[in-house]
């Protein structure tokens, strides 16, 4: 789906050619990393998709979040930093959004610049539709 200037690739794959199921991965020339999913093995909901790369192997897409009781899926954007010496991590992007994002729910993350800003499609809470939107890393 995405390729970086040190040739890393993101896109998604099938993890079991039985089930369908297809989780993004990271290719970084030598080996293909399965970045997983936040649904925590639920088997519904056990999808993911990379969608965009960074040069610092930041990868941003979309995966699903279990249903709970009578709530469907949800589709949710995510960021996976790929950490020089801990290890990587997948979190939903909807969890770092400060007051000023509030009033959405990001559903898909679609690419990454070397600066962490981060180009989305957002359900607008307030107005209803499917906005795109730019996020923009506040320091800390």
Do not use: C
Not at 71 to 100: C, I, Y
Not at 106 to 129: F, H, K, M, P, R
């Amino acid at each position: 789906m995405a390729i970086n200037n040190y040739n890393h690739v993101v896109g998604f794959s099938t993890v079991k050619s039985n089930n369908g199921h297809v989780h993004a991965f990271f290719h970084d020339g030598r080996s293909m990393m399965d970045l997983g999913t936040l649904s925590g093995g639920m088997a519904d909901s056990d999808y993911s998709v990379a969608l965009g790369v960074n040069n610092k192997d930041q990868v941003v897409g979309y995966t699903y979040l279990p249903g709970v009781g009578e709530m469907p899926l949800q589709q949710v954007a995510f960021l996976w930093n790929r950490s020089g010496t801990g290890t990587a991590k997948m979190v939903n992007l909807n969890n770092l959004l400060n007051e000023t994002g509030k009033g959405y729910v990001l559903i898909s993350a679609t690419a990454i610049n070397d600066y962490g800003q981060i180009v989305a499609n957002a359900y607008d809470i307030y107005n209803g539709g499917v906005r795109s939107v730019l996020l923009i890393p506040v320091k800390q």
